[in-house]
């Protein structure tokens, strides 16, 4: 059964810094790439992050909203992917989900990272003084 | 920048009715690189069509997805109340991997 556990998030001061956590099983963790999505309260999804799998380089991609403060990586030997946050803000209070992306053919027979296939349950960041 | 616009913003319906959710591109989508994802309250989100037409695993043939270029649709047949959510659709065949705001289905 695939499995992602988000946790690290907690109530931070404007300007603090903040590591999130999500501890995955049930899947080969090397074979997919990783991204993070947040919700803040009463809102809709929001992208924020993803990081290729090692096959593909590791290389990270943000959404201008965090570009230059927040940070994706992953460990492969745990099989777990991180998200460094800095210089929070107050807009960046949001539930911070974690989830699997799949490499998939297209029609075109590209070989492509696809949608978010599986989903934690997400962990609370709150940036209040 | 590719913007995703969903309507309508809440959609009012009755279980065993049939729904139709809109999401329109700003530019058009390559390859139909097109997601739909459900939303409980409370839950998180679950991957419901991909590549515009494609259902996910384990998803009931009550909901499809069709579209191509800007104009993209997800239908539900035969609504169940489990289907009462809000709804999101994605591109992800390029950077940033947008949502669009969603629609919210509603029980009548």
């Known amino acids: 059964e695939v499995q992602l556990v988000e946790s690290g998030g907690d109530l931070v001061q404007p300007g603090l810094s903040l590591r999130l956590s999500c501890i995955t099983s049930?899947?080969?963790?090397?074979?997919?790439?990783m991204s993070w999505v947040r919700q803040a309260p009463g809102k809709g999804l929001e992208w924020v992050a993803f990081?290729?799998?090692?096959?593909?380089?590791?290389?990270?991609d943000y959404a201008a909203s965090v570009k230059g403060r927040f940070t994706i990586s992953r460990d492969d030997s745990q099989s777990i992917a991180y998200l460094q946050m800095n210089s929070l803000k107050t807009e960046d209070t949001a539930v911070y989900y974690c989830?699997?992306?799949?490499?998939?053919?297209?029609?075109?027979?590209?070989?492509?990272?696809?949608?978010?296939?599986?989903w934690g349950q997400g962990t609370l960041v709150t940036v209040s003084s | 920048e590719i913007v995703l616009t969903q309507s309508p913003g809440t959609l009012s319906l009755s279980p065993g009715e049939r729904a139709t959710l809109s999401c329109r591109a700003s530019q058009r989508v390559g390859s139909s690189y097109l997601a739909w994802y459900q939303q409980r309250p409370g839950q998180a989100p679950r991957l419901l069509i991909y590549?515009?037409?494609s259902r996910a695993t384990g998803i009931p043939d009550r909901f499809s997805g069709r579209g191509f270029g800007t104009d993209f649709t997800l239908s539900i047949n035969r609504l169940a109340p489990e289907d009462f959510a809000v709804y999101y659709c994605q591109l992800y065949g390029s950077f940033p991997r947008t949502f669009g705001q969603g629609t919210k289905l509603e029980i009548k």
């Open positions: 049930g899947f080969t963790f090397g074979d997919y790439a």
């Open positions: 590549g515009a037409s």
């Open positions: 990081i290729r799998s090692e096959a593909y380089g590791v290389t990270p």
């Open positions: 989830s699997r992306v799949s490499y998939y053919y297209d029609s075109s027979g590209y070989y492509i990272p696809g949608p978010n296939d599986y």
